[in-house]
Each structure stands twice: as structure tokens, then as C-alpha cells.
């Protein structure tokens, strides 16, 4: 990550210029003033060093590599939008975000490795997480800046996304907000509940479309929690079709649900472009609000 000093930054702090003309945070400075990772024309500088226009700060991010192997997965992927800086993939389902000790192969982590043609330095770098029974589209940042800046925007008016679920029951009202704090169920449960002492979680919600006793139902989420939207969806009596942990399993959703990543609106990290990016209802999905669809 690097600066050249433009002319009307000449004798600006160095803090200045990574703070608000870099966009790093404070927490990021300290950490790397610390580890010495702030440079000057190459040099290690201290952070109030007074500087000159045309010299090159530099901030070094450290990489995290996995503590396995990484091995290549080769699926076809549909990439919307990527450039130097991000990348936006519209994740298939059933698919792992992440590889893990247990899961060391099938992932979007080794799909986008072998994608990229296996590189000795790949780095991923997740914005927003997915389960592996949601389909749609997904940020990684391409380098540790990006990853940095994308992180906080989540949950601002410049990163929203939008979901599609097909769920079993009606909401009624049909728009409304689930305001319902969520907390893991016990230490060792991997499943969420709803109760007054957990984490502030709010889902907008709004209802699309009937498909007999489905709904198909267009959610935001002002906050992000762990399956907040299977949580709060159960939550109003109307959980998220083939959902096997707060609903019920489907036959013809193998390994999945009906839930998806529809839409991402994004402010650019780097260039400050918006982007809109949208990916379509899967046929599985949409196929389960026909009036001929499997009642469960």
C-alpha cells in the first residue's frame, strides 16, 4: 500500500497522511508503527515524521497464509465484477466460504485458487461470509487495503446487501422489522436463538411474492449476526425453506435452503465508484413457489 506526497501535502504529518488520506485506521497504524511496517522513500519512519512532496509512504499489511495446505478446487465460477482491488462472486450452494482443517478441499477459498492458477502468494481474503447452504454474491478483496477499507464500510449505507429467501409461512405483516437480539444456543451448539440478553440484531423485511404456503421474501440486514436471517425468519413463524437447523429439510434442496444473496450495493474502497451488482434466483429456488411445488 503505498502514497506518493502530492505538492499541497508537503509538511503534513506522516500519521495525517495515513490516517485520512490512506484511510487507515488507527488501530491498523498503531499495529504496524509497532511491527515497523511504515515506511518513508524505504526507510522505517516514525509516525509524526514531517514530509516532503514527491516522497513514497509506504504500509506493509502482514499476510495470513492458512496453517494447511491449500489445495486447487476447480469449478466454473461466475465473477460479475473484479479489478486489482475486490472481487464480487456469485457463490454456488452447496459451497464452503472458507476452507478449514476438517474441509481441506471444497471451498470457495480453493475454487478461487485454482481460478486464479494456484499462485505461490494467494491470499484470501473474505469481506463478507456466506453459509454453505446460501448461494449469491460475495466480496473478497484482493489485497490487505482493500480488505481493510471494505470491512468498515459493512453495515453502512455504502455496503448493503440484499437476500432472497423462500420461506414456509407467510410474514404478516407483509414489510416489517424483526428488532429480536440473537445468542448461541449453548457453548456447544452451533445454532442461534433469540433472547433479550444477546447481540442488538435488526432484518428488514419484505414480502415479494405468494407461492401457495411460500413466500417469497426480499431482506437487509442492519446488523450481522451469525445465521441472522434463518434466526429471525423462525423467529416470526416463517422459516427459510429446506433450512434443516431452524426449519425443515427439503428433498429437493440438496445440501442447501432457500436463501440468496441477491444484490450488493458498494461504495469502492479505492476509486469511489458505486457498484450495483445483482444475481438472479436460482431455478431451485424459484421453483419452489410454483402452485405444483412439494409441500414438505
Excluded at 486447487?72 to 454456488?92: F, G, M, S
Excluded at 451488482?277 to 414438505?296: F, G
Aim: aromatic share 6%.
Amino acid at each position: 500500500m503505498e502514497h506518493i506526497v502530492a505538492p499541497d501535502e508537503d509538511g503534513r504529518r506522516l500519521r495525517d497522511i495515513l490516517r485520512q488520506v490512506m484511510g487507515v485506521s488507527y488501530s491498523a497504524m498503531k499495529s504496524a508503527k509497532w511491527d515497523q511496517r511504515i515506511l518513508v522513500d524505504g526507510q522505517t519512519a516514525p509516525v509524526n515524521t514531517i514530509l516532503r512532496a514527491g516522497q513514497r509512504v509506504t504500509m506493509l499489511w502482514p499476510e495470513e497464509r492458512p496453517a494447511y495446505p491449500l489445495r486447487p478446487y476447480a469449478i466454473p465460477l461466475r465473477i460479475p465484477y473484479q479489478d486489482e482491488h475486490l472481487l464480487i462472486v456469485d457463490k454456488p450452494a452447496p459451497l464452503a466460504s472458507q476452507s478449514s482443517a476438517g474441509h481441506p478441499d471444497n471451498s470457495l477459498e480453493n475454487a478461487l485458487y485454482a481460478h486464479f492458477g494456484c499462485p505461490a502468494d494467494f491470499v484470501y481474503r473474505p469481506v463478507n461470509r456466506l453459509d454453505k447452504g446460501t448461494s449469491g454474491l460475495m466480496v473478497v478483496a484482493r489485497t490487505a487495503h482493500a480488505q481493510h477499507r471494505l470491512q468498515q464500510l459493512l453495515h453502512t449505507p455504502d455496503f448493503r446487501r440484499t437476500y432472497l429467501a423462500v420461506t414456509q409461512g407467510i410474514p404478516v405483516p407483509g414489510e416489517g422489522v424483526v428488532d429480536a437480539p440473537i445468542m448461541k444456543e449453548n457453548a456447544a451448539s452451533i445454532r442461534r436463538i433469540v433472547r433479550t440478553d444477546g447481540k442488538p440484531s435488526v432484518t428488514r423485511y419484505q414480502l415479494e411474492r405468494i407461492g401457495g404456503s411460500r413466500a417469497l421474501v426480499r431482506l437487509t440486514l442492519e446488523t450481522g449476526r451469525t445465521h441472522q436471517i434463518r434466526v429471525h425468519m423462525r423467529h416470526i413463524g416463517c422459516p427459510v425453506c429446506g433450512d434443516f437447523l431452524y426449519g425443515e429439510e427439503l428433498p429437493e434442496l440438496p445440501g442447501r435452503f432457500a436463501l440468496h444473496s441477491a444484490e450488493v450495493r458498494l461504495l469502492h474502497p479505492i476509486t469511489g465508484e458505486r457498484l450495483l451488482l445483482r444475481s438472479p434466483l436460482p431455478t431451485a429456488l424459484e421453483a419452489l413457489l410454483t402452485p405444483d411445488a412439494p409441500r414438505p
